[in-house]
């Protein structure tokens, strides 16, 4: 995102965008990717809500959260691009707030890979996990990735 100190990240997250609504996709390549044709759409709240359930020490990935949305609204699966938008807006959003915050830094991408997209980037995410008790670990040239070292063994067992 850009210009993040000029937005309004909780007002983002307050706008539920016509959602959330479940649509029907019809095109057989997408069906076969996605395993079906019910796509969910969840508003950004939904996400934040989700994330603030993910205990100190634990973390949960992008697509746990559009699984576990999937399966509760009934749909196949939940769409990936307004789900990692949302996530990021949820993180600013509670950079934004004084109470309440959101512990974004415990929500990873796929493979248990940080977030850049985060406030302060994947050193500040690093800094808070490394804090929990996560080793974080560095891997590539170009660019260079960041991941929690066996992240699988501290996912949070959503219900």
């Avoid at 949820?90 to 991408?109: G, V």
């Avoid at 302060?120 to 080793?135: I, T, Y």
Wanted: glycine share 6%; aromatic share 10%; proline share 6%.
């Amino acid at each position: 995102m850009a210009n993040e100190s000029k937005k309004d990240f909780n007002a983002m997250l307050d706008d539920s965008k016509d959602m959330p609504k479940t649509v029907v996709i019809t095109d057989p390549e997408s069906i076969q990717k996605y395993g079906g044709s019910r796509m969910f759409f969840a508003p950004p709240k939904t996400y934040d809500t989700l994330m603030k359930q993910v205990p100190f020490g634990q973390v949960v990935t992008v697509g746990i959260l559009r699984d576990v949305l999937a399966r509760a609204n009934n749909a196949d699966f939940t769409d990936t691009i307004t789900a990692g938008i949302f996530v990021s807006i949820a993180a600013w959003a509670s950079e934004q707030r004084d109470l309440d915050k959101t512990p974004y830094w415990r929500t990873l991408k796929a493979g248990g890979e940080l977030n850049p997209k985060y406030p302060g980037g994947v050193l500040a995410q690093k800094q808070r996990l490394e804090a929990e008790g996560h080793v974080i670990v560095q891997k590539g040239r170009k660019p260079i990735k960041y991941f929690v070292q066996d992240f699988e063994s501290a996912l949070f067992p959503f219900q």
